[in-house]
């Protein structure tokens, strides 16, 4: 069996998602049982859907909220305070106006620098906040990926190369209560200079345009949100001049797959 054109055929990925048949299963853990480079792949699509979990989660430094309060007591620990002698006025009274104007010179220069050092925790603070804030949307999306990829309503289409990349495939996941899809570009080579793929729907044997697809797509970013299209009884992609065509040009059709 060629195992490349196996790895390269999408049942794996299907298989971690929980998408063949009993039958397709164990044939998959066969295979993975007898060639180490099929276990290795398993190994490393489970590993880009773990990623999808936990990509770009981004930490505050640790103590942050400990150091503000230290700060803010430590400033305040360090206000002076004035003692005034219970004798001879007369210098008491000279004593008190030098230590009272060198208090308030003290205590306003300590205020302004105060002021500064609150200004620049306030303005760490709204980072840090932004920070999260970009963090948690982050997370809520893989969140909402997760649930796609495990709901048991998405459905799969494996796009074939055709003639002119015998060796591409694509896998389009979509759902039709979330009304989203997804497309797999995994086992795409990449677009020559100036070309660009892109993703067309059959609907009642014509294509509609479902928009071109990424120039370069990272082993652990494959996964391309596009258009839901509810009434597709297939998809194709075709190789178009660099931000597509309105129309395909069927002769530059790289791959195929009708559900």
């Known amino acids: 069996m060629d195992l490349k054109a196996y790895i390269e055929s999408g049942i794996l990925e299907l298989y971690v998602l929980g998408q063949l048949s009993p039958a397709e299963q164990r044939e998959v853990e066969a295979m993975a049982s007898q060639h180490a480079e099929i276990r290795e792949e398993i190994d490393q699509i489970e590993l880009t859907l773990e990623n999808y979990a936990q990509a770009g989660a981004v930490t505050p430094p640790s103590g942050t909220l400990t150091s503000i309060k230290e700060r803010i007591d430590h400033l305040d620990r360090a206000r002076p305070s ?22 308030c010179i003290w205590l306003w220069l300590t205020n302004q620098q105060l002021h500064q050092d609150l200004n620049a925790l306030t303005s760490q603070a709204d980072n840090q906040k932004v920070c999260c804030d970009s963090t948690r949307l982050e997370a809520d999306s893989l969140a909402g990926i997760m649930a796609f990829l495990q709901d048991p309503n998405t459905r799969t289409v494996i796009m074939r190369g055709t003639d002119n990349s015998p060796g591409s495939s694509a896998t389009v996941l979509f759902n039709e209560d979330r009304q989203t899809a997804f497309v797999n570009l995994a086992n795409m080579p990449p677009a020559p200079t100036g070309k660009q793929y892109q993703l067309w729907a059959l609907i009642d044997g014509q294509p509609v345009d479902m928009g071109v697809l990424p120039l370069s797509v990272t082993r652990d970013q494959h996964l391309v949100t596009v258009p839901y299209q509810a009434t597709a009884g297939g998809y194709a992609v075709t190789l178009e001049p660099a931000g597509g065509s309105v129309v395909p ?11």
């Open 82 to 103: 004035i003692h005034h002698p219970a004798s001879n006025w007369t210098r008491l009274l000279a004593a008190a106006s030098i230590l009272l104007a060198a208090g």
């Open 249 to 259: 040009t069927l002769e530059a059709m790289v791959m195929v797959g009708m559900i």
